[in-house]
């Protein structure tokens, strides 16, 4: 049984940092195209970022370029999201996705596997 768990959501203020991670059993995650989406109230699922399956290739949102970076540990099965100056727009459940073979994956269609989501919550 494949499962993706997030953690490290929370409550930051306006310009503040949180650190994602999503820890993958049940598939190989060396071989996993890894993503990172986010979902606000009333809105669509949109995509974050992405890393390809040996980490050498990373794709950001145009809103999030500069802020956020997408890592990966094929050591400890997981992705991370470091976001940085984040601000009251970032505000959304964060779901980490996973899928196998490929590279760069920026589309929640291509993705198989997915996480239940973490909240991040950005106060202004």
């Known amino acids: 049984q494949v499962q993706l768990v997030e953690s490290g959501g929370g409550l930051v203020q306006d310009g503040g940092s949180l650190r994602l991670s999503c820890a993958v059993s049940?598939?190989?995650?060396?071989?996993?195209?890894m993503g990172w989406f986010r979902q606000a109230p009333g809105k669509e699922r949109e995509f974050v970022a992405a890393?390809?399956?040996?980490?050498?290739?990373?794709s950001y949102a145009d809103s999030v370029k500069g802020r956020f970076t997408i890592s990966r540990d094929n050591g400890k099965n997981t992705v991370y999201l470091q976001m940085n100056s984040l601000k009251p727009e970032d505000s959304a459940v964060y779901f980490c996705?996973?899928?196998?073979?490929?590279?760069?994956?920026?589309?929640?269609?291509?993705?198989?596997?997915w996480g239940q989501g973490t909240q991040v919550a950005v106060s202004s």
């Open positions: 049940g598939v190989s995650f060396s071989a996993c195209a």
């Open positions: 890393i390809a399956w040996r980490g050498d290739r990373t």
């Open positions: 996705a996973a899928d196998l073979f490929g590279s760069i994956k920026t589309t929640a269609l291509e993705y198989k596997y």
